[in-house]
């Protein structure tokens, strides 16, 4: 499980995070979306203990594992080497490493010729997916990922979004996925959290949001980002 209760951030004057209180079930996913500038980031840093809050309380049972856009691959080591690395950190043997990178390979649809690439040599899909390896060699039971697609061209992110959802079901992983977009959130399926100038404006299914929304700000943040009938037509 993952829980924050009534968990505030301030930067100066500039309030990131205003009494969020946010519970994710073990095994669960849960979308936060939210604009620029809304506080999803800094959420996920307290979270890791990157930060820390002016008030309440954070708590998460277990090792986490963090997805952040572009990968955040090193660039002088191979696809192999980056996703390896927390394995090395851990004294993980050569062969351990190399049977876990196969089963991880497998599961996020990576060829296994394009390991021995550095990130230059790969496409912003495959960069993720090792991102995503690297995220998972040492099988934490919490999955943290910022806008982990957001860099990505409209068919490798189509193609990676189905398959993540599809992984963190198989895994049974407790997933708090960043977003700001209103597509990728309802793809997900999940319970979304809305959130809006630090502050959550609304928690719940993408039809909850759709045909109840809280405040007058969940109808126009999900309608910014609908395509307009008259270009859906031509689809
Ligand atoms: N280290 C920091 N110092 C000062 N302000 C920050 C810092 N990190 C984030 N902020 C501010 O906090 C707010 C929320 O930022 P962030 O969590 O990155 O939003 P999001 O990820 O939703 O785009 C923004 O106004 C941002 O400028
Ligand atoms: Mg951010």
Same mark, same amino acid.
């Given at each position: 499980?993952?829980?924050?209760?009534?968990?505030?951030?301030?930067?100066?004057?500039?309030?990131?995070?205003?009494?969020?209180?946010?519970?994710?079930?073990?095994?669960?996913?849960?979308? =936060? #979306?939210?604009?620029?500038?809304?506080?999803? *980031?800094?959420?996920? @840093?307290?979270?890791? &203990? !990157?930060? /820390?809050?002016?008030?309440?309380?954070?708590?998460?049972?277990?090792?986490?594992?963090?997805?952040?856009?572009?990968?955040?691959?090193?660039?002088?080591?191979?696809?192999?080497?980056?996703?390896?690395?927390?394995?090395?950190?851990?004294?993980?043997?050569?062969?351990?490493?190399?049977?876990?990178?196969?089963?991880?390979?497998?599961?996020?649809?990576?060829?296994?010729? =394009? #390991?021995?690439?550095?990130?230059?040599?790969? *496409?912003?899909?495959? @960069?993720?997916?090792? &991102? !995503?390896? /690297?995220?998972?060699?040492?099988?934490?039971?919490?999955?943290?990922?910022?806008?982990?697609?957001?860099?990505?061209?409209?068919?490798?992110?189509?193609?990676?979004?189905?398959?993540?959802?599809?992984?963190?079901?198989?895994?049974?992983?407790?997933?708090?996925?960043?977003?700001?977009?209103?597509?990728?959130?309802?793809?997900?399926?999940?319970?979304?959290?809305?959130?809006?100038?630090?502050?959550?404006?609304?928690?719940?299914?993408?039809?909850?949001?759709?045909?109840?929304?809280?405040? /007058?700000?969940?109808?126009?943040?999900?309608?910014?980002?609908?395509?307009?009938?008259?270009?859906?037509?031509?689809?």
């Amino acid at each position: 499980m993952l829980a924050l209760r009534d968990v505030t951030k301030t930067f100066g004057a500039r309030v990131a995070v205003d009494h969020v209180s946010l519970t994710v079930a073990r095994g669960t996913t849960r979308i =936060l #979306l939210g604009s620029s500038g809304s506080g999803k *980031s800094t959420i996920l @840093r307290l979270i890791l &203990g !990157l930060l /820390r809050p002016d008030h309440g309380e954070i708590s998460v049972d277990g090792g986490m594992g963090y997805v952040v856009q572009e990968g955040a691959l090193y660039p002088h080591l191979t696809a192999r080497q980056n996703a390896t690395l927390p394995a090395r950190a851990q004294k993980w043997s050569t062969a351990r490493m190399a049977e876990r990178l196969d089963v991880l390979a497998k599961l996020v649809a990576l060829d296994p010729d =394009l #390991l021995d690439l550095y990130p230059a040599e790969l *496409s912003g899909g495959q @960069r993720q997916r090792v &991102g !995503l390896a /690297r995220a998972l060699m040492l099988d934490p039971p919490v999955l943290l990922l910022d806008e982990p697609l957001g860099a990505l061209d409209p068919i490798s992110r189509a193609e990676l979004q189905t398959h993540l959802v599809a992984i963190f079901r198989e895994l049974g992983k407790t997933v708090l996925f960043v977003t700001h977009d209103v597509r990728e959130a309802f793809l997900f399926g999940s319970t979304i959290t809305l959130l809006d100038n630090g502050r959550v404006v609304q928690e719940g299914t993408f039809e909850d949001l759709a045909r109840r929304p809280a405040e /007058r700000y969940v109808a126009e943040f999900l309608r910014a980002q609908v395509p307009p009938p008259d270009m859906t037509a031509y689809l």
